[in-house]
T-cell receptor, first 114, second 114 residues
Framework: EPEVTQTPSHQVTQMGQEVILRCVPISNHLYFYWYRQILGQKVEFLVSFYNNEISEKSEIFDDQFSVERPDGSNFTLKIRSTKLEDSAMYFC????????????FGPGTRLTVL | AQSVSQHNHHVILSEAASLELGCNYSYGGTVNLFWYVQYPGQHLQLLLKYFSGDPLVKGIKGFEAEFIKSKFSFNLRKPSVQWSDTAEYFCAVTLNSGYSTLTFGKGTMLLVSP
């Protein structure tokens, strides 16, 4: 069965450094998402992406964040200058096309900012 | 904005006990409802979903959920749990419009003792 994959599984970085989290969505899917879960808190929506542009974003997704689909298969989340509070589990998800389609999640990247 | 609340953060049951996990949402319009499960060390997987039709929805692994519109609830049930059901369970909603962004509850950690 096709799966969403994410790399790396764990990323440790120093405060102020840039990080790029990578996702490979399921190949025929059209909608892509990033969510995050700070330890002990809810899974929160960050951004959705469709037709090569951001379709929705939350207030968490400020100017420090950006997303890209550089080559038709990867979907990346970049944090320009990490803060301690960016430490969280970041999940990528993808969905095929209609509004009733399921979102399929990747295994997540645990980001630790020191 | 819509929100989701899950009543129990931790539930401990013995094998063969019946399970009911509460989920309520707040939103006046039409929503789509989901239960996701995260087994230890694995990614979020869809258990079941409700979009329309029969409010009693059957999912994988013997789980079911009932949508009660008047109570804004979508409780998850299983008549007899197994040790392998030990996992974290997340209720989520999307609006029936937009880009199907998921709004999650905080999750319920279920521990089933053999």
């Amino acid at each position: 069965e096709p799966e969403v994959t994410q790399t790396p599984s764990h990323q440790v970085t120093q405060m102020g450094q840039e990080v790029i989290l990578r996702c490979v969505p399921i190949s025929n899917h059209l909608y892509f998402y990033w969510y995050r879960q700070i330890l002990g808190q809810k899974v929160e929506f960050l951004v959705s992406f469709y037709n090569n542009e951001i379709s929705e974003k939350s207030e968490i997704f400020d100017d420090q964040f950006s997303v890209e689909r550089p080559d038709g298969s990867n979907f990346t989340l970049k944090i320009r200058s990490t803060k301690l509070e960016d430490s969280a589990m970041y999940f990528c998800a993808s969905r095929a096309g209609t509004s009733t389609d399921t979102q399929y999640f990747g295994p997540g990247t645990r980001l630790t900012v020191l | 904005a819509q929100s989701v609340s899950q009543h129990n953060h931790h539930v401990i049951l013995s094998e063969a006990a019946s399970l009911e996990l509460g989920c309520n949402y707040s939103y006046g319009g039409t929503v789509n409802l989901f239960w996701y499960v995260q087994y230890p060390g694995q990614h979020l997987q869809l258990l079941l979903k409700y979009f329309s039709g029969d409010p009693l929805v059957k999912g994988i692994k013997g789980f079911e959920a009932e949508f009660i519109k008047s109570k804004f609830s979508f409780n998850l049930r299983k008549p007899s749990v197994q040790w392998s059901d030990t996992a974290e369970y997340f209720c989520a909603v999307t609006l029936n419009s937009g880009y199907s962004t998921l709004t999650f509850g905080k999750g319920t950690m279920l521990l089933v003792s053999p």
